[in-house]
């Protein structure tokens, strides 16, 4: 179930998709214990918003959306 409070788990294989680089500012901006759930969630967005064209389609769904209803 989603959790609002957590941030979601991209699966390893994410990281050959994003690239070190990317993989890498993510995981500082998760792992920043000064920053908010909420403002990790900007951050993270603001680093995906900068990916080339067609990257987020790549990557695989987190597993936290399995629990979603299918429609």
Request: charged fraction near 25%; proline fraction near 11%.
């Amino acid at each position: 179930m989603f959790n609002p409070n957590k941030l979601c788990e991209l699966p390893p294989e994410a990281e050959h998709i994003l690239g070190p680089d990317v993989w890498g500012k993510m995981n500082e901006i998760r792992n920043n214990s000064s920053l908010s759930i909420h403002d990790k969630r900007v951050q993270i967005h603001q680093l995906f918003a900068t990916l080339p064209e067609g990257t987020l389609d790549k990557l695989p769904l987190p597993k936290e959306f399995d629990n979603l209803p299918a429609n």
